[in-house]
Nanobody
């Protein structure tokens, strides 16, 4: 069955970095546009970033542009999100997803706090 499993979240101080990973299985990962979406406490879902199948084109929300980098390794069926210069407002549960097929992981919590 389809599985998306995020990892790499945790507690980090403002200005710090984290790298999220998302291991995919049960579908043709290399053929899917992949997404990172987050949900801050008491807020709705917020799109963060998208990467096309060949990783040649990426898109970012203005709130993370220049600080976050999405990437993928199709040989390993893995999606990544490198997050630098983290801010308190980046605190959220981060989900990876194939939105087109409505496949979602269970999320990983990122807390940015001193």
């Amino acid at each position: 069955q389809v599985q998306l499993v995020e990892s790499g979240g945790g507690l980090v101080q403002p200005g710090g970095s984290l790298r999220l990973s998302c291991a995919a299985s049960g579908f043709t990962f290399s053929s899917s546009w992949m997404y990172w979406v987050r949900q801050a406490p008491r807020k709705g879902l917020e799109w963060v970033s998208t990467i096309r199948t060949g990783a040649d084109t990426t898109y970012y929300a203005d709130s993370v542009k220049g600080r976050f980098t999405i990437s993928r390794d199709n040989a390993k069926n893995t999606l990544y999100l490198q997050m630098n210069s983290l801010k308190s407002e980046d605190t959220a549960v981060y989900y990876c997803a194939d939105i087109g097929m409505n496949y979602w992981g269970k999320g990983t919590l990122v807390t940015v706090s001193s």
